[in-house]
């Protein structure tokens, strides 16, 4: 029989195998290295072109935001228009009623009752005077009561005075009272009625 030495081709064939694992192996970890730098190549690049678009919307946000801002102001001037307008128009509409509502003081006005001073804040008017005596108040209360341009007449305070004992005496007064548009007036007395 014949003595085949198989050792050499068992141990070349071995190390033949080892090789090509190792090579195989390598070939292996250069892939995975190349499809991690590939991967994270296109991460990055996906990432930058987020980057693009995330500053284009900030940039189209602020602008956005400046032509709100704007918006804004121009509301607030708006408003703040509307609201002088209708002032004016208000002031238009009622300069009318201080000339009337003066001629029915004067009017209103009984014998013997005389203003010494008089006072207005908006629609609020105060009267102080001098009247002959605490009726002929009275008799001045009535007639605002019954004015057209005139209501609410209130009375503060009355105090009654001696001048000297052959003259009699005299009542100082303070009085308050609202200027009425007679329209208002025909409404309440329609409420009322």
Known sequence: ???????????????????????????????????VFAVQLQLGAMIDHQDSRNNYLKSEIKKVEKAIAEIKA???????????????????????????????????????????KFGQKKKSLTFDGVAQSNARVSAYMRNIERAEWLKAPNLKVIESKNKSNDEGGYSQFTLSSQQANPADKKKDKKGKG
């Open 74 to 116: 121009l509301e607030k001037e708006k408003a703040d228009l509307l609201a002088r307008m209708n002032v004016i128009q208000e002031l238009q509409g009622n300069r009318s009623d201080s000339v009337h509502m003066l001629d029915d003081l004067v009017k209103v006005l009984p014998e013997g009752v005389h203003l010494t």
């Open 1 to 35: 029989m014949a003595r085949i030495n198989l050792l050499n081709w068992r141990e070349e064939r071995r190390k033949q195998i080892e090789q090509q694992f190792y090579g195989m192996l390598a070939g292996a970890a250069i892939a995975g290295v190349a499809v």
